[in-house]
């Protein structure tokens, strides 16, 4: 299983970039996918989820409203739209999987079964 997330890069504040994780060797369309971000010396957070149907979104309270998640299961890719960005969003993003439903939900980082590499994202200010 690969998960190979990429369209990170350096914006201005307010700026948007749009990040894309594609998936080889699992069934995509059975799998939930989650973005999550880690900054330098920071623990890992979550930042948005989508089901595996993409009938249901999840996002974190600081990204709400700002950032869209979806899926093209035809593509084996999900995206996350980031608009209005802000410094504070500077960080390494991450994309995983998990077969089904999450059974601790899908806030937790545990509950996935891979992980991609990650792109980074920065923000200036």
């Known amino acids: 299983v690969q998960l190979q997330a990429s369209g990170g890069g350096l914006v201005q504040v307010g700026g948007s970039l749009r990040l894309s994780c594609v998936a080889s060797g699992l069934s995509f369309s059975s799998n939930a996918l989650g973005w999550f971000r880690q900054a330098p010396g920071k623990e890992r957070e979550f930042v948005a989820a989508?089901?595996?149907?993409?009938?249901?979104?999840y996002y974190a309270n600081s990204v709400r409203g700002r950032f869209t998640i979806s899926r093209d299961n035809a593509k084996n890719t999900a995206y996350l739209q980031m608009n209005s960005l802000k410094p504070e969003d500077t960080a390494t993003y991450l994309c995983?999987?998990?077969?089904?439903?999450?059974?601790?939900?899908?806030?937790?980082?545990?509950?996935?079964?891979?992980w991609g590499q990650g792109t980074q994202v920065t923000v200036s200010s």
């Open positions: 989508i089901s595996w149907s993409g009938g249901s979104t």
């Open positions: 995983a999987s998990n077969y089904g439903v999450p059974s601790g939900g899908y806030y937790e980082g545990n509950e996935y079964d891979y």
